[in-house]
């Protein structure tokens, strides 16, 4: 894109940093965006991040230091925290208090800690079955007498001798934090609070200031070892990091960029690096896909969607049922299960990076866990990498330009990456290294297409009944594997598909979400309504309350926000609930027959098969409650239709391709210089300096007005 400095006022600044690339999304006061990529620098982010910001203005020949001051929005996603807990990196000099009795809850988990994480086969077989090694010492855990019920009663007063020598050990033993979860504090913080004003008065007399951070305040949710151990990956692998997104704001704002950084969190709100707790913004990095897959359902009137991102290390794949994005409430990060709000996306080790070997015991070829990351490949020469990757088999199949790699930036060495993949795993499989290759590559599409296919009939569906939208650095590259015969209703890839996930991140509201187990029962009869309705009352208002003072801390105006209250409801008896939308911020008794009728026709919408059993009442297990502040969005590109044929500006000549079996010759063409209507058969690659996309045999592309590409077979 060229345009003069006078024409672009960027508006919103959105970031993606994987464990790969760093990516940017920017958007301008007209609704026109640029996209920009870099290599990440992990031990720094603010490096890689305005290495690929600068990427991105290039394109419109100006410099952030010029336009800083115009941006009004700027949101940040990434996996630095999530990766810090992967890999087992971060500050474990954690305290904890428990009830007595419970001081082996994080060693111990639940049953279900044990195989959330593992694949369908491995859930089957108890063998594969493991507990997390704990992320803290056990001496560091410390017991006190004292309980509240399921009801919220007091049944044994707290033991202030008990909590006293609590404290005085754990400040002895040097923690960095102090992490308080008691049983049922969800429905009464009292003891919580009173250890947390024992220890204050100790620390006071001692002279220390150590954070003592209580469950009830940090997510009072049913579930304590899912509780405590978001408490404990809080501290150990997100507060971590909040340097790091302070350090970015703060470089942004050196080039004038006033606006506040905010931060998607897995719930697909955004929130500020200051805000109490940052463990809802661990797997942001792939929520802001989902996001944007929702974007683009409302702007091509789609209710039925497949999000696949593909990624270095990673194919994540979500899926919208009636435009109905589903949260989950259990869900496992690092092998541990946690109760904080998360949008349903489901992960495999898949990626461009994957690492290919040959087992000499079985005599086949596998991929990963590992991934070389930003590293790319052996054919990285400067990289020092000694095993071959997904990408070095893509480059020798002539699907990447190796002087092309990020526009030229990093230059990649196609011999070196024959020679590795000839010696490493063509010779043991007494096979050609072209054939080897295709062989990895085909090995990789069948794990994605398989993790696709699970997912969509596990809700009793089949592909033809959804788009799929394929985007991240190598989606465009793998969609035409990964998608072999399933027969979606339509496969949708943006031109700016590396820089998607960032594009959902402009696309999400600065939002805050709180939710409250309340275990409220509507009865066939009605005859609880009434207290029903009260409770609910009282617990929205003092979410809205909580809410409303989180605006404030950031210097935002209350009166600004847009307050959505929310409820999970489920049949009574059943063991999953749905989210539910209230119209009403007060509910009076007789309202509650219409959030009943909500969730019924939910429930039907999303399980058409599944049992509704009303007549057994409805169990109200959380109140939500979401405060929304406007923010600028994205607009799709709206360009002038053109016509079928390519123009020759775009040609770039053509290349011999492997596909199945065969070589091909390949039209080559510039992915920015095609025009809206463009239709391109394969064999052929359209290239960008973010991604590449392919076009094998028997398909073909075309370009609509939005500059989204459609892809036949």
Same mark, same amino acid.
């Given at each position: 894109?060229?345009?003069?400095?006078?024409?672009?006022?960027?508006?919103?600044?959105?970031?993606?940093?994987?464990?790969?690339?760093?990516?940017?999304?920017?958007?301008?006061?007209?609704?026109?965006?640029?996209?920009?990529?870099?290599?990440?620098?992990?031990?720094?982010?603010?490096?890689?991040?305005?290495?690929?910001?600068?990427?991105?203005?290039?394109?419109?020949?100006?410099?952030?230091?010029?336009?800083?001051?115009?941006?009004?929005?700027?949101?940040?996603?990434?996996?630095?925290?999530?990766?810090?807990?992967?890999?087992?990196?971060?500050?474990?000099?954690?305290?904890?208090?428990?009830?007595?009795?419970?001081?082996?809850?994080?060693?111990?988990?639940? *049953?279900?800690?044990?195989?959330?994480?593992?694949?369908?086969?491995?859930?089957?077989?108890?063998?594969?079955?493991?507990?997390?090694?704990?992320?803290?010492?056990?001496?560091?855990?410390?017991?006190?007498?004292?309980?509240?019920?399921?009801?919220?009663?007091?049944?044994?007063?707290?033991?202030?001798?008990?909590?006293?020598?609590?404290?005085?050990?754990?400040?002895?033993?040097?923690?960095?934090?102090?992490?308080?979860?008691?049983?049922?504090?969800?429905?009464?913080?009292?003891?919580?609070?009173?250890?947390?004003?024992?220890?204050?008065?100790?620390?006071?007399?001692?002279?220390?200031?150590?954070?003592?951070?209580?469950?009830?305040?940090?997510?009072?949710?049913?579930?304590?070892?899912?509780?405590?151990?978001?408490?404990?990956?809080?501290?150990? *692998?997100?507060?971590?990091?909040?340097?790091?997104?302070?350090?970015?704001?703060?470089?942004?704002? *050196?080039?004038?960029?006033?606006?506040?950084?905010?931060?998607?969190?897995?719930?697909?709100?955004?929130?500020?690096?200051?805000?109490?707790?940052?463990?809802?913004?661990?797997?942001?990095?792939?929520?802001?896909?989902?996001?944007?897959?929702?974007?683009?359902?409302?702007?091509?009137?789609?209710?039925?969607?497949?999000?696949?991102?593909?990624?270095?290390?990673?194919?994540?794949?979500?899926?919208?049922?009636?435009?109905?994005?589903?949260?989950?409430?259990?869900?496992?990060?690092?092998?541990?299960?946690?109760?904080?709000?998360?949008?349903?996306?489901?992960?495999?080790?898949?990626?461009?990076?994957?690492?290919?070997?040959?087992?000499?015991?079985?005599?086949?070829?596998?991929?990963?866990?590992?991934?070389?990351?930003?590293?790319?490949?052996?054919?990285?020469?400067?990289?020092?990498?000694?095993?071959?990757?997904?990408?070095?088999?893509?480059?020798?199949?002539?699907?990447?330009?190796?002087?092309?790699?990020?526009?030229?930036?990093?230059?990649?060495?196609?011999?070196?990456?024959?020679?590795?993949?000839?010696?490493?795993?063509?010779?043991?499989?007494?096979?050609?290294?072209?054939?080897?290759?295709?062989?990895?590559?085909?090995?990789?599409?069948?794990?994605?297409?398989?993790?696709?296919?699970?997912?969509?009939?596990?809700?009793?569906?089949?592909?033809?009944?959804?788009?799929?939208?394929?985007?991240?650095?190598?989606?465009?590259?793998?969609?035409?594997?990964?998608?072999?015969?399933?027969?979606?209703?339509?496969?949708?890839?943006?031109?700016?598909?590396?820089?998607?996930?960032?594009?959902?991140?402009?696309?999400?509201?600065?939002?805050?979400?709180?939710?409250?187990?309340?275990?409220?029962?509507?009865?066939?009869?009605?005859?609880?309504?009434? *207290?029903?309705?009260?409770?609910?009352?009282?617990?929205?208002?003092?979410?809205?309350?909580?809410?409303?003072?989180?605006?404030?801390?950031?210097?935002?105006?209350?009166?600004?926000?847009?307050?959505?209250?929310?409820?999970?409801?489920?049949?009574?008896?059943?063991?999953?609930?749905?989210?539910?939308?209230?119209?009403?911020?007060?509910?009076?008794?007789?309202?509650?027959?219409?959030?009943?009728?909500?969730?019924?026709?939910?429930?039907?919408?999303?399980?058409?098969?599944?049992?509704?059993?009303?007549?057994?009442?409805?169990?109200?297990?959380?109140?939500?409650?979401?405060?929304?502040?406007?923010?600028?969005?994205?607009?799709?590109?709206?360009?002038?239709?053109?016509?079928?044929?390519?123009?020759?500006?775009?040609?770039?000549?053509?290349?011999?391709?492997?596909?199945?079996?065969?070589?091909?010759?390949?039209?080559?063409?510039?992915?920015?210089?095609?025009?809206?209507?463009?239709?391109?058969?394969?064999?052929?690659?359209?290239?960008?300096?973010?991604?590449?996309?392919?076009?094998?045999?028997?398909?073909?592309?075309?370009?609509?007005?939005?500059?989204?590409?459609?892809?036949?077979?």
């Amino acid at each position: 894109m060229s345009n003069t400095e006078n024409s672009i006022r960027p508006r919103a600044i959105a970031l993606d940093t994987g464990g790969t690339m760093s990516d940017t999304f920017i958007i301008d006061d007209k609704g026109r965006f640029s996209v920009g990529k870099a290599v990440t620098t992990p031990e720094k982010e603010s490096v890689g991040i305005m290495n690929s910001i600068n990427d991105c203005l290039n394109l419109w020949n100006i410099s952030i230091d010029e336009v800083g001051e115009s941006v009004d929005a700027l949101v940040y996603s990434g996996t630095a925290m999530l990766n810090r807990l992967l890999e087992r990196e971060g500050n474990s000099n954690i305290g904890v208090i428990v009830n007595k009795g419970f001081e082996d809850l994080l060693r111990l988990g639940r *049953a279900l800690q044990a195989w959330i994480w593992l694949d369908y086969g491995g859930r089957l077989h108890a063998r594969e079955h493991q507990h997390p090694e704990p992320l803290i010492s056990q001496k560091n855990i410390k017991g006190v007498r004292g309980r509240i019920n399921f009801w919220g009663e007091e049944l044994i007063p707290l033991y202030k001798d008990e909590v006293e020598d609590a404290v005085n050990d754990l400040i002895e033993r040097g923690v960095d934090s102090i992490c308080v979860c008691l049983l049922c504090s969800y429905m009464n913080p009292r003891h919580e609070k009173q250890v947390a004003r024992l220890a204050n008065r100790i620390m006071k007399k001692k002279g220390v200031n150590i954070p003592v951070i209580l469950s009830s305040d940090h997510n009072p949710i049913r579930g304590e070892t899912p509780r405590l151990n978001a408490l404990v990956i809080e501290q150990y *692998a997100a507060e971590p990091s909040r340097a790091q997104m302070i350090n970015i704001a703060e470089t942004l704002k *050196a080039k004038g960029v006033q606006a506040p950084l905010r931060i998607l969190t897995s719930y697909g709100g955004t929130i500020s690096p200051h805000h109490k707790s940052l463990i809802s913004t661990m797997v942001s990095g792939p929520i802001g896909g989902m996001i944007g897959t929702k974007f683009l359902s409302e702007e091509y009137n789609l209710t039925n969607l497949v999000s696949s991102d593909v990624g270095g290390t990673s194919f994540d794949v979500g899926i919208l049922s009636k435009r109905y994005i589903p949260t989950k409430w259990e869900s496992s990060l690092g092998k541990f299960i946690l109760n904080i709000p998360m949008i349903a996306l489901d992960s495999i080790g898949a990626g461009t990076g994957m690492y290919v070997r040959y087992n000499d015991i079985s005599g086949r070829l596998e991929f990963g866990p590992e991934s070389a990351g930003h590293l790319i490949g052996v054919c990285n020469e400067a990289a020092g990498v000694e095993t071959v990757t997904m990408t070095d088999c893509s480059i020798i199949l002539g699907y990447l330009n190796p002087e092309y790699f990020l526009g030229g930036k990093v230059p990649l060495n196609k011999k070196r990456a024959f020679d590795y993949i000839e010696a490493q795993i063509a010779e043991p499989m007494n096979s050609d290294p072209y054939s080897t290759a295709r062989g990895a590559l085909d090995l990789i599409d069948i794990n994605m297409k398989n993790h696709l296919q699970a997912m969509i009939q596990g809700l009793g569906f089949r592909p033809e009944n959804y788009t799929l939208v394929s985007f991240g650095g190598g989606g465009p590259l793998h969609v035409a594997g990964y998608s072999k015969n399933l027969r979606f209703e339509d496969i949708l890839i943006p031109e700016w598909a590396p820089a998607f996930s960032a594009f959902g991140c402009a696309c999400a509201d600065h939002s805050y979400r709180h939710e409250k187990t309340v275990d409220l029962i509507i009865t066939p009869d009605g005859s609880m309504n009434d *207290a029903v309705a009260m409770m609910l009352n009282a617990t929205w208002g003092q979410l809205k309350k909580d809410i409303s003072d989180e605006f404030k801390k950031e210097g935002r105006d209350p009166n600004e926000m847009t307050f959505k209250p929310s409820l999970k409801i489920q049949y009574l008896g059943m063991l999953d609930d749905l989210e539910v939308n209230s119209p009403f911020e007060m509910v009076k008794p007789e309202d509650l027959s219409e959030l009943t009728k909500r969730y019924n026709d939910l429930f039907e919408e999303i399980f058409r098969r599944g049992t509704k059993s009303p007549e057994l009442g409805y169990h109200i297990t959380k109140a939500i409650a979401t405060g929304i502040v406007p923010v600028p969005k994205p607009k799709l590109p709206q360009k002038e239709f053109i016509g079928e044929k390519p123009p020759e500006t775009a040609s770039k000549g053509y290349r011999d391709i492997y596909w199945e079996g065969g070589w091909h010759e390949a039209s080559l063409w510039e992915m920015e210089l095609l025009n809206c209507g463009n239709i391109i058969e394969g064999p052929s690659i359209i290239e960008a300096p973010a991604t590449t996309l392919l076009v094998p045999p028997g398909h073909r592309v075309k370009l609509d007005t939005h500059r989204i590409f459609h892809m036949e077979v």
